[in-house]
């Protein structure tokens, strides 16, 4: 079955950096876009970044410049470095899926930006 498990997430100080990574199994990897949503205490979950099986991306504007997407279709795997951190970058990092119009999200992985 589909599995999303994210890693990487911490503490960090403002204007500090974090690599997150998502590994996936349980589908062809390579012929699906992944992203990476985020939410905040009190607030809705929001898409962060994208990158589509072509390798294209989108950004959030909140993170343009700051953020970027990736991904390995050799070891299944999407990252998102994130460099330049603000606390208002604090919230737990969801990595996403949709296949055959089913969403399919990892457990999630903290993300805390404070001094």
């Known amino acids: 079955q589909v599995q999303l498990v994210e890693s990487g997430g911490g503490l960090v100080q403002p204007g500090g950096s974090l690599s997150l990574s998502c590994a996936a199994s349980g589908f062809s990897f390579s012929d699906f876009a992944m992203s990476w949503y985020r939410q905040a205490p009190g607030k809705e979950r929001e898409l962060v970044a994208i990158?589509?099986?072509?390798?294209?991306?989108h950004y959030a504007d909140s993170v343009k410049g700051r953020f970027t997407i990736s991904r390995d279709n050799a070891k299944n795997t999407v990252y998102l470095q994130m460099n330049s951190l603000k606390p208002e970058d604090t919230a737990v990092y969801y990595c996403?899926?949709?296949?055959?119009?089913?969403?399919?999200w990892g457990q999630g992985t903290q993300v805390t930006v404070s001094s």
């Open positions: 996403k899926t949709t296949i055959a119009w089913r969403h399919y």
């Open positions: 990158i589509f099986s072509a390798h294209n991306t």
